[in-house]
């Protein structure tokens, strides 16, 4: 039976959905443990063993979130190493990926990033060149670190009442002297809407809006989706740069993604391609954006969105 590492970032009382998939993905594949990046309280503990996990390994002492992600690498490398993992199974966003890339160099293993399945004997499907093509790779060296990406894998809800009995592993990791240390951290404003990398619907703003983003976010509130935007809207400053979609932005896979006054550049459309459902709102009938879209209407967004929004909230009630 193949042994499988998950690695959980940030565990919390009711694991996300993120975390429901990768651990949901690791049951089909053999028998599974998690690595916490963070204290786990009971709670926590107990939805993740719900979810499939059937083991934990946790450092000793704590991990110093200050000193950035290298107590994360050792604590990976030591849970492979003591597992004797046949693979590891990371989030595909910034922490996993560079986790998985500097375990993997101490390990001298393989890493697979962008992945959307992977099959019993590793072989994992991912797509490439902007979402064009689809391609299947096995790592030849293992243990093989896949990062996930979100919404690729079914993940039913978990009911923490149900959970299994799960080892616990505590690992002494090694004391680094880091080359950077975090001196202060400050919460972004929490705006209520959901994580833009892992959010199952998205609706994005580009040049079209005219420095106004007030009907993308309200048509997201609507919905319950997060904001994106093109490169044009954030390099002006009408929102925050973390909203950037698309080749040297987020890359993002949701079940629905509106674009609304987007061109639909190849760079932008690296980041949105593999969503599952692209509805596209531009006046401009010849936009590239429309050869992608499962939806287009050609339309000023200013009227659009609104009244997307409005039916929206009237069908809700
Ligand atoms: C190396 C490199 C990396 C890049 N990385 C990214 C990236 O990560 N993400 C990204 O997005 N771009 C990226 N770009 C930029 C990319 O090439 C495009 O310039 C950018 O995506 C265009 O943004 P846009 O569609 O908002 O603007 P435009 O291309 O100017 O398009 C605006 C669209 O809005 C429509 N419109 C205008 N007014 C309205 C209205 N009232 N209602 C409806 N439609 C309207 C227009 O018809 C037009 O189609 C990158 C470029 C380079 C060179």
Same mark, same amino acid.
């Given at each position: ?49 719900? $979810? ?15 000193? %950035? ?12 190493? +003591? ?13 996993? @990926? ?15 990033? +962008? ?32 990062? %996930? ?38 919460? @972004? ?28 976010? +309200? ?5 319950? $989706? ?8 954030? +390099? ?5 740069? *973390? ?15 509106? *674009?609304?006054?987007? *061109? &639909? ?30 939806? &287009? ?7 659009? %969105? ?12």
């Amino acid at each position: 039976m193949l042994k499988i590492l998950v690695y959980i970032h940030a565990p919390a009382g009711t694991p996300t959905k993120g975390q429901r998939e990768l651990l949901a993905l690791a049951g089909s594949l053999g028998e599974t443990r998690a690595v916490l990046g963070a204290e786990a309280d009971e709670a926590a503990l107990a939805s993740l063993s719900a $979810a499939g996990s059937t083991g934990f390994y946790v450092a000793a002492g704590g991990i110093d979130a200050s000193l %950035l992600l290298t107590p994360a690498v050792s604590l990976l490398e030591a849970a492979v190493r +003591d597992f004797e993992a046949d693979a590891v199974l990371l989030p595909n966003g910034i922490e996993g @990926r560079e986790i998985a890339a500097r375990t993997a160099v101490r390990l001298d293993a393989a890493v697979i990033t +962008d992945a959307i399945d992977v099959d019993t004997d590793l072989t994992v499907t991912k797509p490439v060149l902007a979402g064009s093509h689809t391609v299947k790779a096995q790592g030849t060296r293992g243990p093989v670190f896949i990062t %996930l990406k979100p919404n690729s894998i079914e993940a039913p809800e978990t009911d923490a009442g149900a959970r299994a009995a799960a080892s616990l592993h505590e690992l002494s990791i090694e004391a680094t002297a880091p080359a950077a240390r975090i001196t202060s951290t400050a919460p @972004r404003t929490a705006t209520g809407r959901p994580e833009l990398s892992g959010a199952r619907f998205v609706v994005a703003g580009g040049r079209g809006v005219e420095g106004n983003f007030a009907p993308v976010e +309200d048509l997201a509130d609507a919905l319950g $989706a997060a904001v994106g935007a093109s490169r044009v809207a954030t +390099d002006a400053g009408w929102i925050e740069h *973390s909203a950037q979609v698309g080749q040297t932005g987020v890359t993002i896979s949701p079940q629905l993604y509106i *674009s609304a006054g987007i *061109s &639909g550049a190849i760079q932008q459309k690296a980041g949105m391609q593999g969503a599952k459902c692209i509805v596209a709102i531009n006046k401009d009938p010849d936009a590239p954006v429309f050869e992608i879209a499962d939806l &287009g209407i050609i339309g000023d967004l200013a009227t659009v %969105l609104p009244q997307a929004a409005a039916e929206i909230r009237r069908r809700k009630g």
